[in-house]
Each structure stands twice: as structure tokens, then as C-alpha cells.
Nanobody, 127 residues
């Protein structure tokens, strides 16, 4: 099993930056892809960014492209989400997720493609 723990959330002003971390443990060597999702009150959980752990390919939602960067450390034990130029509409609970089993295709993926989730970290951006 894979355990995921997010950290780094907080309250910032619009235009500022935050860096989220997702510490992983367990069978992390076998993760196929990992991603960040967010969920604002009253809205569905949406995919923000994904990284395919073996090849390092990354994909982003249009709403965060050129502002957010997903990455992983060399040991692949921690995943990051660097968030720059934050906007009030980025306010949400942010979750990291991982998938161990192979799934075909590339690009952003729905929540149902991920088998393991963290508990979330809150990001609040005020104007």
C-alpha cells in the first residue's frame, strides 16, 4: 500500500506563492502516475496536475498552466506542487493521489483512475 501525506497549504494574498508537498511511503517504487487535485466548497474535485513517474511527463489543467509546476524528487519519495501567481479562484482543499497499476493513455486523468489519496491540505487565497 501507498500512504500519502500532504503539507504546505496556508493562507496567502493573491499573487503570492505556495509549495505543496506530498510525502509518500509504502510501495512508492511501483507508482505509475501521481497527481494533484483540488476541491472547492460545493464543487467537484478537479485534476490540477499529473506526473508520470517513470518518464517524468507532466500535464496541467488549463486554469493553472504556466503558474503551477508539478515535480518529484530524485528518490521519488516526495511530490511537489509549486504554485505561483495564486488567485482567489485557486482556493480549495488540495489532495495528492497515486496510482500503482498500469493504465493506458496520457494526460490528466479522472479521480477514478487513482487508487490512493492523501487527506488534503487547505489553500486559501485572498484578494
Amino acid at each position: 500500500q501507498v500512504q500519502l501525506v500532504e503539507s504546505g497549504g496556508g493562507s496567502v494574498q493573491a499573487g503570492e506563492s505556495l509549495r505543496l508537498s506530498c510525502a509518500t511511503s509504502g510501495y512508492t517504487y511501483y507508482t505509475f502516475f501521481m497527481g494533484w487535485f483540488r476541491q472547492a466548497p460545493g464543487k467537484e474535485r478537479e485534476g490540477v496536475a499529473i506526473i508520470y513517474t517513470r518518464g517524468g511527463m507532466t500535464y496541467y489543467a488549463d486554469s493553472v498552466k504556466d503558474r503551477f509546476t508539478i515535480s518529484q524528487d530524485n528518490g521519488k519519495n516526495t511530490m511537489f506542487l509549486q504554485m505561483n501567481s495564486l488567485k482567489p479562484e485557486d482556493t480549495a482543499m488540495y489532495y495528492c493521489a497515486a496510482q500503482l497499476e498500469y493504465r493506458s493513455g496520457l494526460g490528466l486523468r479522472p479521480t477514478t483512475d487513482f487508487g490512493h489519496w492523501g487527506q488534503g491540505t487547505q489553500v486559501t487565497v485572498s484578494s
